[in-house]
């Protein structure tokens, strides 16, 4: 059975009550399933309570940041460098196409975070626009974003991005790199089971249809019953 990522990225949005109430709400209705992982991204501030909510209720979700600082430890004021979040977070969205475009990261720095985040022992998830968007060495989970799905509530549609999934697998696949691609953009309860459903997607990366308890509950139960 192939493994399932579902990726909650909140951006910069729910205060730690918000994300607290969040964490209570799902995390005691779902379904534990070992080849499902489910990951909810809040923002900094927020994540050692989250994690701690989560340990204590031995809830079946991981934490992961929606970004990390490319420097290590050091002068770098504002930036939150890896190995502060390192034991708290398992994953780390990196590149996302508005980092990208608000803030100007560029494919280099995105290689620079990647390797912090395998230092650290964190999942580097590497957000992509299509297949000509370089995923850096080490990072082994990508997440297929086209910018004109992100937030607008008009997806590509999964035959598409089954296809650029597999064209990133074709790209970077070797007898020892094995890729998972992940898709977002637009994704809601109606829709996430169609993607999932595609040969090459391996689960989604969901913005403003995760901040909800209940649409993310459904998302959920639609990829328990993909098959
Ligand atoms: P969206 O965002 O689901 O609100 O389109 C996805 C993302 O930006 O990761």
Request: proline content about 5%; charged content about 25%.
């Amino acid at each position: 059975m192939k493994k399932i990522w579902i990726i909650a990225n909140w951006k910069s949005n729910k205060n730690l009550a918000e994300a607290l109430d969040w964490v209570s709400q799902v995390g005691e209705k779902l379904e534990r399933k070992d080849n499902i992982n489910i990951v909810v991204c809040p923002q900094f501030s927020e994540i050692e309570e989250v994690a701690k909510q989560i340990k204590v209720g031995k809830l079946p979700l991981m934490v992961g940041s929606q970004d990390l600082s490319p420097f290590t430890e050091g002068p770098y004021t504002g930036e939150e460098s890896a190995s502060s979040l390192q034991g708290l977070v398992q994953l780390a969205i990196l590149g996302h196409s508005e980092r990208r475009k608000t803030f100007g990261e560029t494919d280099d720095t995105v290689a620079k975070k990647v390797k912090r985040a395998l230092e650290t022992d964190i999942i580097p998830l590497v957000c992509v626009q299509n297949e000509t968007t370089p995923v850096p060495t080490g990072c082994n989970l990508v997440a297929y974003e086209p910018i004109f799905a992100i937030g607008t509530g008009n997806p590509d549609t999964p035959e598409n991005a089954n296809k650029i999934a597999n064209l990133l697998k074709q790209k970077y696949e070797t007898p020892t790199r094995k890729l998972e691609v992940l898709y977002g953009g637009s994704i809601n309860s109606e829709n996430v089971k169609k993607f999932v459903e595609q040969e090459h997607i391996s689960g989604v990366l969901v913005g403003g249809a995760s901040l909800n308890p209940n649409e993310f509950l459904k998302i959920v139960s639609e990829c328990l019953n993909y098959e």
